[in-house]
């Protein structure tokens, strides 16, 4: 049943895999061991990735319900992108990090990805000052085939970024590193790098230390972006991969005029990837339905946003369509969780199949406890699920008198508490709403009757779905 037989499973990546998983949390690394389905979805991100290591561009939208696996899908995407020879970044959006802010959000999102920075190198992030060593090292090795001087050479790289907008004091701040380099001042390394991550707040402090008039703030976070992944491509990089999650964020801003504001930043952002016109820079977007479709507050309120994004009409009755801006991830199949548990018990046993603890048939009693106790949330949103077939597992591994017949129905399973139905955070706009408990699953209505409560922006109070 399982693809994933002949897999070596390394121990720090097994170790990595389950305590993840058993804390609810996405598995950053090593995916490919558990993950089941969405070849199509993979396909068409892979011809992206392929377009971006050529110097093009692209944007997509990943959609789905709470719980369907965006944010697994966004990191399988990342692996790949990081195998493929790009530069990636990750953030989530939340209340203070947005696309577009004038209150310092925008500047906190990008040294949100910066932070997340990672080459295949360095996976795990912060990734930034090898990026920067990369460019210096290969000037080094260009200036000591060809005799040329190093700076000249920097110089000429740094050229193609002066044509872009910002870019003279990014290629600046390049150069100043080159210069503690060569002269093994660190600070004015560490200073360069530390502009480079947007983490200068002051415009003072960064010409004091770098001598250059500009900092990177809400005002230049997308232009930044672009110099960056030009940036990487002289570094011998591909390109750059930004992978953003939890977009609902900018669906929960009460205030319209930052919803749009922020909308506008995702279309220039898709123009630019349609045109072309961002090279080796690509953007993978997480989000709910919500976000994409409500014709109040999702990007479909945005009237530009909506003709881009709205899906193939053709594209129904099972027909589907990878290749427009908008990817659908459908909902896990109950074959899908059944191998998803086959692969668990896979890497628990750390690739030795005479170290199941678990049989088969034991895999399906444990389906139907979940389905009893859940319903079919137990394979759609299957987090708890998968937490709950690991505490067994882990149970079954310190008690080895004990087998799995008798403790299967034992295993305790919380349905899933969706927090995009908690309420929203609106500090930075309004009064908070009151705290209102509510369980992802049940609340059955239709989504239009889920919206219809929630008339006008500002009445967050009267806030539901
Ligand atoms: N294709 C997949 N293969 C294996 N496990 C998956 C897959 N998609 C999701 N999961 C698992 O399902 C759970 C929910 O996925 P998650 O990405 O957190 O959902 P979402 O971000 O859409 O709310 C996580 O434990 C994740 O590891
Ligand atoms: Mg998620």
């Not at 239009?448 to 006008?456: E, F, G, H, K």
């Amino acid at each position: 049943m399982t693809t994933s037989r002949q897999a070596t499973i390394r121990p720090r990546e097994r170790d990595a895999l389950l305590q993840g998983l058993r804390s609810g949390v996405v598995p950053r690394m090593g995916q490919q061991h558990v993950q089941v389905g969405r070849v199509h979805e993979v396909k068409a991100l892979m011809s992206d990735i392929n377009r971006i290591n050529d110097g093009g561009s692209g944007s997509r939208f990943i959609i789905g319900d709470y719980g369907s696996g965006k944010t697994f899908f966004l990191h399988v995407v990342r692996s790949i992108a990081l195998q493929q020879k790009l530069v990636t970044a990750h953030a989530d959006l939340s209340p203070d990090r947005r696309l577009h802010a004038t209150g310092g959000q925008a500047r906190s999102l990008y040294s949100e990805l910066m932070r997340n920075m990672a080459t295949r190198a360095k996976p795990e992030g912060g990734a930034m000052s090898s990026v920067v060593e990369r460019f210096i090292s290969l000037a080094l090795t260009e200036s000591r085939d060809t005799g040329a001087p190093v700076e000249g050479i920097i110089r000429r790289g740094l050229s193609e970024l002066s044509e872009l907008t910002g870019g003279y004091d990014f290629a600046e701040v390049i150069a100043k590193y080159w210069q503690g380099h060569d002269t093994g001042n660190e600070q004015l390394k560490s200073d360069a790098v530390r502009w480079l991550r947007g983490e200068f707040s002051t415009r003072t402090d960064a010409r004091a230390a770098l001598g250059v008039r500009t900092i990177i703030d809400d005002s230049n976070f997308y232009d930044q972006l672009k110099l960056l992944a030009r940036f990487v491509r002289l570094a011998g990089f591909g390109g750059i991969l930004i992978c953003l999650d939890e977009m609902v964020n900018l669906y929960k801003l009460a205030n319209s005029q930052a919803r749009n504001s922020n909308y506008e930043q995702i279309l220039r952002i898709l123009n630019d990837s349609t045109q072309g016109s961002a090279a080796g820079l690509g953007f993978i977007f997480g989000g709910t339905p919500d976000f994409l479709l409500d014709p109040r507050r999702g990007l479909y309120s945005y009237a530009a946003l909506q003709s881009r994004l709205e899906e193939n009409s053709y594209a129904v009755d099972g027909l589907v369509d990878y290749s427009g801006p908008v990817l659908r991830l459908a909902n896990l199949t109950p074959e899908d969780f059944y191998v998803l548990l086959t692969k668990l018990r896979h890497v628990q046993a750390a690739g030795d199949e005479s170290a199941y603890l678990i049989s088969d048939d034991g895999i399906a009693e444990y389906m139907n406890h979940c389905a009893q106790r859940i319903g079919d949330a137990y394979f759609r949103t299957p987090r708890n699920t998968i937490k709950g077939f690991l505490d067994l597992l882990a149970v079954l591994e310190q008690n080895p008198d004990r087998s799995w017949e008798g403790l299967v129905t034992s295993v305790n399973l919380e349905r899933e508490s969706n927090p995009d139905l908690a309420p929203l955070d609106t500090a930075t706009e309004q009064s908070p709403a009151p705290a209102r408990p509510n369980e992802f699953l049940t609340d059955l209505r239709p989504a239009d009757d889920r919206r219809s409560t929630n008339d006008t922006d500002d009445e967050l109070s009267a806030f539901r779905l």
